[in-house]
């Protein structure tokens, strides 16, 4: 996988705090870690705000199939 230079300036005590969590072999895979984590994170949120829809429709609302509710009791009763 490509790499790329990050310069920044961070808060040393989060910093401290961060590398004592795991004994990282370098900043560098911490920041990989934290990194991965933010889009993981934000990841996890897109999928909960899709759900979201399901919490706006109840089971039991008709559209142009059906419902969903009786889908699901037809399909767990064979």
């Known amino acids: 996988m ?3 230079r ?3 300036t961070v808060d040393e005590c989060v910093l401290a705090h961060a590398r004592g ?3 990282w072999k ?3 895979s ?5 990194l991965h984590a933010l889009v993981a994170t934000h990841r996890a949120a897109e999928l909960d705000a899709a759900y979201g829809t399901y919490d706006e429709h ?3 609302e008709p559209d142009d199939w059906g419902d969903l509710q009786s889908f699901r009791h037809a399909a767990g009763s064979s």
């Open 2 to 4: 490509p790499r790329e």
């Open 58 to 60: 109840p089971l039991d």
């Open 30 to 34: 911490l920041l990989d870690a934290a």
């Open 21 to 23: 969590l795991r004994p």
């Open 6 to 8: 990050v310069s920044t």
């Open 26 to 28: 370098n900043d560098a």
